[in-house]
Each structure stands twice: as structure tokens, then as C-alpha cells.
């Protein structure tokens, strides 16, 4: 009986282990080191990397070279006015991040020379094994003919942005009430609600509806519509010309 619980205990043991190693690893990468995301120059005077690392995605430390602070420094006080504006504001973006993520992030003191920013990048990103953040597009193609792994933003937004745009049409069933007078609730596929005006009195029925606006909220996605009109807009201009109405709840 003593073997038995023994043995129980142990195997509780080695999964207990598995569980707090697996958790210690997250954000390290296969050599046992913590994931090294270098910053560049775009990524910061776009300031959209603020609010990412804010939520707490950006899973590793982030690593801006003094040689991409000399770059926005050398913009901030250049001749061309939107240049320095954008760099004065990548600036407070960097400043802002060591104030918000400070254990997350790193100043690092590489070599000031007359090599270009974006290949010091990608020197120290092929060396230490990191990750490239960026919106430059070029840069990561780049990046990624070497093998770098990379983070553009911009592909963030992309895979975040509704699939559904303000204009077009569709088939729902209303399934509820909305919280407001008049309103009827559905969903899509996906899940995201929709709040469609002048439906309260069509719930159970499907309807075909004109998205109006989209809205992200911390709680999640929703979509605002309205009942369309039995006439739809056409030519070769018209919006939603030549798109099929599609279906959803059937």
C-alpha cells in the first residue's frame, strides 16, 4: 500500500515539475535563452509596439540598440519636418516603454559605426538568435531570406481587423432582443454579436442587414447593422456591387 502511494506521489512529482519547466521556458527559445526581440526604428515611430507590449504579447525582452536611438535622434533634429516629428515621437515611445515594461526591455550599447541600422539589425538578430520588430516591410523580407524570424505589426492589424466592413450585406437570424429600444441581437460565424437597429420585432426570423460600424471593446468584438433596404445598390461603383448575400445561421 506504501509502494503504491509512493508511487503516486511521485508521479505527481515529475508532473508538477513538467508543468513549472514548460511555464519557466515560455518565452525562451530552444537554447534554453529568453526570446530577443530587436526593436528597430519603424516599429518605434509607428508607436502601435506600445500598446502591444502593454498587453503583454510580446512574449521575450525587447532590445532597442543605441544604434536605432542614434537614428531617430539624428531624424529628431534633421530639416524635414515630418521626419522629426515621427522621431521625436519614437523617442517617447522608447521612453514610455522602459516606464511601462522596464524589466522588459534593454538599452543595447552596440557598435556606433558606418554600418546602416537595418543591417546592424540583422547582424545581432542572426547572431543571438532573435526576432526582428518591425513595420518595414522590406526589412523582414530580408529578414526572412536569412532566416530571422520577425514581427511586423502591420500583419498583427491585418489578422486582427473585422472580416466584415461597413457597407456590406448579409443574411442573419435574429435571435434576442438588444439592450435598446427597438434592437434586435444576432451573431456570425464567429461569434462576434451583432446589434441591428429596427429588429426587435423580427427576432426568430432571418434578415438580411447592412453593416454600419464595427467596435472593439476589452470584453470583445461587436458589429453594429440595420435592416437593408430592398433595393441594393448597383453598377460597377455601387458599394457591395457584385457580392453575394451570404447566409448565416441556416
Given at each position: 500500500?506504501?509502494?503504491?502511494?509512493?508511487?503516486?506521489?511521485?508521479?505527481?512529482?515529475?508532473?508538477?515539475?513538467?508543468?513549472?519547466?514548460?511555464?519557466?521556458?515560455?518565452?525562451?527559445?530552444?537554447?534554453?535563452?529568453?526570446?530577443?526581440?530587436?526593436?528597430?526604428?519603424?516599429?518605434?515611430?509607428?508607436?502601435?509596439?506600445?500598446?502591444?507590449?502593454?498587453?503583454?504579447?510580446?512574449?521575450?525582452?525587447?532590445?532597442?540598440?543605441?544604434?536605432?536611438?542614434?537614428?531617430?535622434?539624428?531624424?529628431?533634429?534633421?530639416?524635414?519636418?515630418?521626419?522629426?516629428?515621427?522621431?521625436?515621437?519614437?523617442?517617447?515611445?522608447?521612453?514610455?516603454?522602459?516606464?511601462?515594461?522596464?524589466?522588459?526591455?534593454?538599452?543595447?550599447?552596440?557598435?556606433?559605426?558606418?554600418?546602416?541600422?537595418?543591417n546592424r539589425l540583422l547582424q545581432l538578430a542572426k547572431e543571438n538568435r532573435g526576432t526582428i520588430l518591425t513595420t518595414d516591410y522590406n526589412l523582414g523580407m530580408v529578414a526572412k531570406t536569412m532566416d530571422i524570424d520577425v514581427l511586423n505589426v502591420n500583419d498583427l492589424a491585418i489578422e486582427l481587423r473585422s472580416d466584415y466592413l461597413p457597407g456590406e450585406r448579409m443574411r442573419i437570424k435574429i435571435t434576442a432582443l438588444g439592450s435598446n429600444p427597438k434592437q434586435g441581437v444576432?451573431?456570425?460565424?464567429?461569434?462576434?454579436?451583432?446589434?441591428?437597429?429596427?429588429?426587435?420585432?423580427?427576432?426568430?426570423?432571418?434578415?438580411?442587414?447592412?453593416?454600419?460600424?464595427?467596435?472593439?471593446?476589452?470584453?470583445?468584438?461587436?458589429?453594429?447593422?440595420?435592416?437593408?433596404?430592398?433595393?441594393?445598390?448597383?453598377?460597377?461603383?455601387?458599394?457591395?456591387?457584385?457580392?453575394?448575400?451570404?447566409?448565416?445561421?441556416?
Open positions: 500500500m506504501n509502494e503504491i502511494i509512493l508511487i503516486i506521489l511521485g508521479l505527481i512529482f515529475i508532473e508538477t515539475s513538467f508543468l513549472v519547466v514548460r511555464s519557466f521556458r515560455k518565452g525562451f527559445n530552444y537554447s534554453g535563452q529568453r526570446r530577443r526581440i530587436y526593436v528597430d526604428t519603424s516599429s518605434l515611430m509607428d508607436g502601435r509596439i506600445l500598446k502591444v507590449a502593454k498587453t503583454g504579447f510580446l512574449d521575450g525582452l525587447l532590445i532597442i540598440p543605441h544604434s536605432v536611438l542614434n537614428e531617430m535622434q539624428l531624424l529628431a533634429d534633421g530639416k524635414d519636418t515630418e521626419k522629426r516629428a515621427r522621431a521625436r515621437f519614437g523617442l517617447d515611445v522608447v521612453n514610455e516603454l522602459e516606464r511601462v515594461v522596464h524589466n522588459e526591455v534593454e538599452i543595447l550599447p552596440d557598435a556606433l559605426d558606418h554600418t546602416p541600422v537595418d444576432g451573431y456570425l460565424p464567429d461569434g462576434m454579436m451583432v446589434v441591428v437597429d429596427e429588429a426587435a420585432t423580427l427576432v426568430g426570423r432571418f434578415v438580411e442587414i447592412e453593416f454600419v460600424k464595427f467596435l472593439q471593446t476589452n470584453s470583445g468584438r461587436m458589429m453594429f447593422a440595420k435592416v437593408a433596404t430592398q433595393t441594393r445598390p448597383s453598377g460597377r461603383f455601387g458599394r457591395g456591387a457584385g457580392r453575394k448575400i451570404k447566409n448565416i445561421g441556416a
